[in-house]
């Protein structure tokens, strides 16, 4: 998912750092005080997440989490993952300073579109609804870091086909633990702190 | 109830497929010997990249030679080019590593000589053959080939200097390794801009 110094095209790295930027224009303007204790624990979840690999076959995946920031946060999760990922770059050397923008996109993005789309069904009544709910907003937002990914990558190099292959078809078991851990924190979070789920954002 | 069986039957599946360690960064480990390129792929976890693309450019861009790790993540590859080289691992998955290597002082290789008898025999002959003249003239003037003398430094010290190498490795691959105070001190960073972006917005609200 970190997309590497070197790999993607000038017009691809402008384009990522321009919507990052709006994204993150977007995020601070809807950033409450109140908030920003939330983001600073997810941006933590998210920044540990890449470390916990899960083996697949010869390969091996790592989380994400983008799923679990996006659904608790909304537009808030392009600064938690924007931060996470400066400060990857800035220890580990995962990505890169200049694919950041790019990287930033291709996680947050997912995030915000699953907040949109399962958010209203997450409820304290139903923890049944709830768990498939969060299940598929990680599950989701998984996939579609991949898609973004794939699609910057053809962008520059014109095989979208296998790309797809590569990045979807084989992340979709890591997806599916993606699914679990989120749907799990979600029924967790409405036992003990549900109030998290109420904030607009 | 049949809910939180489901439940709990999974949270011990994604606990069984768990374990900590390292995301996908890719490393490069290159050495020039000669016209001899060879090197190491690996993972941040020290997995070795297997049949990952390895291309060769000088530094202007001209590619010169491509091929792919074995499953061990290395790879060999011989560049008659003197200059400084560019060496890329491409791990897929927008996954890249660079590495730049100096120019080679020294194009002689060990394929030199096509004679049957190898180069250390061939200057032990020689220098008998020296001592020997050494004796009849008593010259002291004695000139062992220089090249001859080269190859064979060269194969010594390529012997002395595997071991060398493996351990070199393995210091590169620790230091390549997540340490825990870095994911502390990332932590450390992220609560500290954030509480810095709070107060702020604290100070604009009460503005």
């Known amino acids: 998912m970190h997309i590497s110094e070197g790999v993607l095209s000038p017009p691809v790295l402008i384009t990522g750092w321009g919507l990052t930027l709006i994204g993150l224009t977007i995020s601070l303007k809807k950033l409450s005080t109140r908030k920003i204790p939330e983001v600073a624990v997810l941006s933590s979840a998210f920044f540990i997440a890449s470390l916990i690999h899960v083996p697949i076959g010869p390969s091996a995946a790592h989380l994400v989490l983008n799923g679990m920031v996006g659904i608790l946060l909304g537009w808030n999760s392009f600064v938690a993952i924007f931060l996470g990922l400066l400060l990857q770059a800035l220890f580990f050397q995962f990505g890169g300073f200049t694919t950041l923008g790019i990287n930033t996109f291709n996680m947050a993005f997912p995030g915000v579109v699953s907040y949109y789309l399962f958010k209203r069904f997450i409820g304290r009544k139903n923890h049944k609804l709830s768990f498939i709910s969060g299940f598929l907003a990680g599950f989701l937002s998984m996939l579609g870091a991949g898609f973004f990914t794939a699609l910057s990558l053809y962008l520059t190099e014109r095989n979208f086909l296998i790309l797809c292959e590569t990045l979807i078809i084989a992340h979709i078991p890591i997806a599916v633990v993606e699914g679990l851990v989120t749907g799990f924190i979600v029924v967790y979070l409405l036992k003990i702190k549900p109030e998290v789920f109420k904030d607009e954002v | ?207």
């Not at chain 2, 200059?83 to 730049?100: D, F, N, Q, S, T």
């Not at chain 2, 002082?105 to 220098?127: C, F």
């Not at chain 2, 390794?177 to 502390?184: A, E, L, S």
């Open chain 2, 1 to 207: 109830m049949r809910f939180r069986l489901i439940l709990g039957l999974l949270s011990f599946w994604v606990l069984f497929l768990y374990s900590y360690g390292f995301a996908h960064k890719v490393n490069l480990f290159v050495f020039r010997e000669g016209e001899k390129v060879s090197g190491e792929g690996y993972f941040a976890n020290g997995a070795p990249c297997m049949k990952c693309a390895i291309e060769v450019y000088t530094l202007k861009g001209k590619k010169l030679t491509q091929t792919t790790t074995d499953e061990k993540g290395r790879f060999e590859v011989r560049i008659k080019e003197r200059e400084p080289l560019l060496v890329r691992l491409i791990a897929g998955e927008g996954h890249l590593a660079e590495e730049k290597l100096e120019g080679s002082i020294e194009v002689a290789s060990n394929d030199k000589t096509k004679e049957n008898i190898t180069k250390k025999e061939r200057v032990d002959l020689q220098n008998k053959k020296d001592v020997e003249s050494m004796k009849i003239t008593n010259s002291k003037n004695v000139e062992i080939d220089r090249e001859m003398l080269k190859v064979v430094v060269k194969e010594v010290i390529s012997e002395e200097l595997v071991s060398f190498k493996g351990n070199f490795l393995e210091l590169k691959k620790d230091l390549n390794r997540v340490r825990f105070q870095d994911i502390i001190g990332g932590i450390g960073y992220i609560i500290g801009i954030l509480g810095l972006l709070a107060m702020l917005k604290a100070r604009k609200e009460k503005g």
